[in-house]
């Protein structure tokens, strides 16, 4: 394993941050630490990092304990939301900054720095300064900046929580792309399910400081271990006792003895699907998800009735 925290706890006075959490994240896979603010996932990523000591339990890397280690000799790269690049250096001379206190021959740092600029997609910004890029451009420097002393691990606090949408998307595929060419351990936090279901090989679900699940993103959101995962993982209704996700919720024209009587209260198209909002005559409202072609064949109009069931549906033991 490259990474292991064993029974890990962390206390801020009265507020219990960790609760003897316990995680391995396997060498050369990405790994999404995925959960509510509030849920202990930035304290386990500092803690791992040496940016917090916990107050109890263990942190090691590589096969080596390191929970006493210094920041510096934990051979981890750091990648914070608010990226904070000295102003005063250009692009080459902050990815190179990491490798000049390290004193690495200077033809060594002059090769590396210029085929991480390269990699991420920076080749020919060298002499910029960072007040002179996009968002996403003093993103992917400060991802280069972590990476130029080749640490055993990538550690990355909601590095794209501070971009717009589109470019977060894009940063997505390019920071999947660029794990696929690096291969280095990587762990990312967020709160944005749809990020850690796209990037991730392994989902750390977690909930005021214990960790809910761990498992591939399909795995945890087709087999939820709980309640909380089933919320909090992908969109979903809660109806009685039972979830049911809104591609599982088939709607008819005519009932079949099987289903229940709804009204459309509202149609939200979203280029290759549709989102049907309705409620159903006991006074349960749920939405529905269908494909741009199934809702154009049943000509759907809001304050319509129709016949809805689920196809499958879970309950969870309390």
Known sequence: MAIEARNVSKRFGDFVALDDVSVEVESGSLTALLGPSGSGKSTLLRVIAG????????????????????????????????????????????????????????????????????????????????????????????????????????????????LDARVRAELREWLRRLHDEVHVTTVFVTHDQEEALELADRIVVMNRGRVEQIAPPRELYDDPENAFVMSFVGPVNRLGDAWVRPHDVELRLEPNGSTQEAQIE????????????????????????????????????????VYVRATRQRTFSA
């Open 51 to 162: 940016l917090e000591q916990p107050d109890t339990g263990a942190v090691f890397i590589s096969g080596k304990e390191a929970t006493v280690l210094a920041p510096q000799k934990r051979g981890v790269g750091f990648v914070f939301q608010h990226y904070a690049p000295f102003k005063h250096m250009t692009v080459w001379e902050n990815v190179a900054f990491g490798l000049k206190i390290r004193r690495r021959p200077k033809a060594e740092i002059r090769a590396r720095v210029d085929q991480l600029l390269d990699l991420v997609q920076l080749a020919g910004l060298g002499k910029r300064y960072p007040a002179q890029l996009s968002g996403g451009q003093r993103q992917r420097m400060a991802l280069a900046r972590a990476l130029a002393p080749e640490p055993e691990v990538l550690l990355l606090d909601e590095p794209f929580g501070a």
């Open 266 to 305: 509202r149609i939200v198209r979203l280029g290759f699907e549709t989102r049907v909002e309705l409620v159903r005559d006991d006074g349960e409202r749920l939405s529905a998800q269908l494909s741009r072609d199934e809702a154009d064949e049943l000509e759907l109009e809001p304050g319509q009735i």
